[in-house]
């Protein structure tokens, strides 16, 4: 099977600017999970999405919003970008039927805010 | 609610000598462990887990780790590491109802060296 993907791989905005980033998980998985991972806080829990729902969610300001198509497909956004959140941002994707499944990771995308 | 610290931020050693990373959690929960591995550049990878039953799990490329309730530990050992070893290691906790999310330690940098 595939792997998940994420692009873009990179990416650089400016401030005030706003962001979306897609994730394609593992054919067959229905959870679709985001991180972001700096190296002053590491990897922080944004959101994860289920079937289209949102079923957690992190501490993050609204300015960090998601969705998930029904294709399990998933995207990211952020508007209004500042300068912290330059980080890298990961998907993961499991099938979450039972609640034990593994996360599988992306490549992830490097953002870039000047 | 979880929280997992990982003690050492960076472990330099030897090609050929043993090395554990150590890892300890805490969660008012029963929980599953994890480890992940990140090589520059790319996302996590899956070392191994923990989710019931024996408490020694071990993954393909020899590293073992052992789950202590007692201690709440989750020490990751290799009893000979290699160059290509040198990454990123990522003690993560979730917990075993529901559909929790990972809370994961800030990592420890393996440096292998000749």
């Not at chain 2, 160059?83 to 990123?88: K, L, R, V």
Request: proline residues 4%; hydrophobic residues 30%.
């Amino acid at each position: 099977k595939a792997g998940v993907t994420q692009t873009p791989r990179y990416l650089i905005k400016t401030r005030g600017q706003q962001v979306t980033l897609s994730c394609s998980p593992i054919s067959g998985h229905r959870s679709v999970s985001w991180y972001q991972q700096t190296p002053g806080q590491g990897l922080q829990f944004l959101f994860e999405y289920f079937s289209e729902t949102q079923r957690n969610k992190g501490n993050f300001p609204g300015r960090f919003s998601g969705r998930q198509f029904s294709n399990s497909r998933s995207e990211m956004n952020v508007s209004t970008l500042e300068l912290g959140d330059s980080a890298l941002y990961l998907c993961a994707s499991s099938s979450r039927e039972t609640g034990t499944d593994t996360q599988y990771f992306g490549p992830g995308t490097r953002l870039t805010v000047l | 609610a979880q929280s997992v610290t990982q003690l050492d931020s960076q472990v330099p050693v030897f090609e050929e000598a043993p090395v554990e990373l150590r890892c300890n959690y805490s969660s008012s929960v029963s929980v599953y462990l994890f480890w992940y591995v990140q090589y520059p550049n790319q996302g996590l990878q899956l070392l191994l887990k923990y989710l019931s039953g024996s408490t020694l799990v071990e993954s393909i490329n020899g590293f073992e780790a052992e789950f202590n309730k007692s201690q709440t530990s989750f020490h990751l050992r290799k009893p000979s590491v290699h160059i290509s070893d040198t990454a990123e290691y990522f003690c993560a906790v979730s917990g075993n109802s529901g559909y929790s999310t990972l809370t994961f330690g800030k990592g420890t940098m393996l440096l292998v060296s000749p």
